[in-house]
C-alpha cells in the first residue's frame, strides 16, 4: 500500500535549521510530487511548499522564501525539506503528502513530524 | 493573495445533514478538495475535484460548487464524522496551494 514515513520529532533551539525527511513506498516515487504541509498548535493547515520528485522542481510558500530548501533522493524515495533560522512561530507538525502538482489533491499523507523551537 | 474563508464551526445532529461551506472569489471555476482530521491525526482527502470521492470514502459525503461558494455536504451525519474540515485550491496566480481555515463539524 502507498505509505509516506516521516522521520522523528525534533526540539531545536531558535535560529538552528532542521531536516525533516518523508520516505515513499507502495508507488513509483518519480511519478508524483511532494507537497509539505504544516499545522502550528491549535491552528489550521499552512502550505510550505511543493517538489516535483522527478526534476527537483519546487514551488516555496512565500513567507517561507529563502528559509526553506525541499530535496530529494530518489535513490532511496526520500523526500526532505529543511528549515533554516528557526523561530518560535515555526513550532508546528509538518506533514508531507504525496501531491502531482498544480490542481490535483494531495491523496495520500504522512502521519506528520513535530518541531519544536524553543530556548 | 488568494484566500478561503470558512465557518470556524458548524454543529448537527445525528442521521441530520451537515453542509460546510468554503468561500472563495470565483471559487466556482477552481478544482476544490476537501480534507477531514480527527483530533492528532493527520489529514484525509475526502472529496477530490469538487465532488469526487476517493476509493474508502462513504457516499454520503458529497461535494459542489458554484460561484463564489463551495459546499461539503455530509448525509446521515454519524458521531465518527466530528473533525476539522478544510478546504483546499491551487491559486494559479501566485502558484501556491491554499487552505480555508478550517470547520470544526460537532455532533451533537
Known amino acids: 500500500q502507498v505509505q509516506l514515513v516521516q522521520s522523528g520529532a525534533e526540539v531545536k533551539k531558535p535560529g538552528a535549521s532542521v531536516k525533516v525527511s518523508c520516505k515513499a513506498s507502495?508507488?513509483?516515487?518519480?511519478?508524483?510530487?511532494i507537497s509539505w504541509v504544516r499545522q502550528a498548535p491549535g491552528q489550521g493547515l499552512e502550505w510550505v511548499g511543493w517538489?516535483?520528485?522527478?526534476?527537483?522542481?519546487?514551488r516555496y510558500a512565500q513567507k517561507l522564501q529563502g528559509r526553506v530548501s525541499m530535496t530529494t533522493d530518489t535513490s532511496t524515495s526520500t523526500a526532505y525539506m529543511e528549515l533554516r533560522s528557526l523561530r518560535s512561530d515555526d513550532t508546528a507538525v509538518y506533514y508531507c503528502?504525496?501531491?502531482?502538482?498544480?490542481?490535483?489533491?494531495?491523496?495520500?499523507w504522512g502521519k506528520g513530524t513535530t518541531v519544536t523551537v524553543s530556548s | 493573495s488568494y484566500v478561503l474563508t470558512q465557518p470556524p464551526s458548524v454543529s448537527v445532529a445525528p442521521g441530520q445533514t451537515a453542509r460546510i461551506t468554503c468561500g472563495g472569489n470565483?471559487?466556482?471555476?477552481?478544482?476544490v478538495h476537501w480534507y477531514q482530521q480527527m483530533p492528532g491525526q493527520a489529514p484525509v482527502l475526502v472529496v477530490y475535484?469538487?465532488?469526487d470521492r476517493p476509493s474508502g470514502i462513504p457516499e454520503r459525503f458529497s461535494g459542489s460548487s458554484s460561484g463564489d461558494t463551495a459546499t461539503l455536504t455530509i448525509s446521515r451525519v454519524e458521531a465518527g464524522d466530528e473533525a476539522d474540515y478544510y478546504c483546499?485550491?491551487?491559486?494559479?496566480?501566485?502558484?501556491?496551494?491554499?487552505f480555508g481555515g478550517g470547520t470544526k463539524l460537532t455532533v451533537l
Open positions: 470565483s471559487i466556482g471555476g477552481k478544482s
Open positions: 517538489i516535483n520528485a522527478y526534476n527537483g522542481d519546487t
Open positions: 503528502a504525496r501531491d502531482p502538482g498544480f490542481t490535483i489533491s494531495m491523496d495520500v
Open positions: 475535484d469538487e465532488s
Open positions: 507502495g508507488y513509483t516515487f518519480i511519478t508524483y510530487g
Open positions: 483546499q485550491v491551487y491559486d494559479r496566480s501566485s502558484d501556491h496551494k491554499v
